[in-house]
């Protein structure tokens, strides 16, 4: 198999020894650069990522999943950018689309997107895990970069055609309640962050009505309900997901409020 030479991935890792290793080992074979983007891991990653000849590591400070992507963006010096996160993988077909679409070069197409399978507890939800779930994430490089948000971020262009490609990424964020915590704990507040920048305030609509809306949605419009329990606790786990964004914007006003009038 001959390696693309004009597309760069880059891969944001933090403590990703659980999934460098089978990502890298997917990627490498279709391109000459791939570049780690790590936010100071204390595990294995690092040195997992070296043993892969064509990787190239970064180190950069974390200050959102934007910023990072950003940050290693700057350093790539081919036509093409792909970014993908250390814990999905290609499915089979994916990279040889990409690699298709590079190679192919398309006059005014600046930007493709992959559509994204969510697995949870190891299984495919289908539009109740929010397929297709398009993610811009193969970028003309100098056409646009990720948006300034502190989460949830996509890239941006400048000008030019969206292309969007038929396989799909494999997401496997959630393979356990303790790791599903953890994560959702530091997306509040990531999405605490958003919601100030934004000047967004709090009210009953945000702090009930979209929680309620987002499980009827997910599990009755979206066919959550043919999943079992495996549905029904992805649906409840989003109801509290923006409930405790929204009490975390509570909590914050509050705060705020209680500080202005001691000074």
Not at 39 to 65: G, P, W
């Amino acid at each position: 198999m001959k390696a693309c030479k004009e597309l760069t991935i880059i891969i944001p890792t933090f403590n990703s020894k659980k999934y460098i290793a089978i990502l890298l080992g997917e990627v490498c074979k279709y391109v000459k650069t791939v570049i780690v983007i790590d936010s100071y891991s204390t595990d294995d990653t690092l040195e997992i990522a070296r043993e892969f000849k064509n990787v190239t590591v970064l180190e950069n400070e974390y200050v959102n999943s934007a910023t990072q992507k950003n940050y290693a963006l700057q350093h790539v010096s081919t036509k093409w950018a792909m970014f993908i996160d250390s814990d999905e993988l290609p499915e089979d077909g994916l990279m040889d689309e990409i690699v298709s679409v590079v190679d192919n070069n398309k006059v005014g197409v600046n930007l493709v997107r992959i559509p994204r399978k969510n697995f949870f507890w190891g299984r495919y939800l289908g539009r109740a895990g929010n397929y297709p779930d398009y993610q811009s994430r193969i970028l003309r490089v100098g056409y646009g970069k990720f948006q300034d948000k502190e989460v949830h971020a996509q890239i941006e262009i400048k000008d030019g055609a969206v292309e969007s490609l038929t396989k799909a990424l494999l997401h496997d964020d959630f393979t356990d309640i303790e790791s599903l915590l953890i994560r959702n704990t530091r997306y509040y507040k990531y999405e605490l962050d958003e919601l100030k920048k934004t000047n967004v305030k709090w009210g009953v609509k945000l702090q009930f009505i979209k929680p309620i809306y987002v499980f009827v949605k997910i599990y009755f419009l979206k066919g959550g309900f043919k999943y079992g329990f495996i549905g029904f606790f992805w649906s409840v786990q989003w109801l509290i997901y923006h409930f405790m964004v929204a009490a975390k914007l509570y909590e914050y006003e509050k705060r705020s409020t209680k500080y202005r009038k001691i000074s």
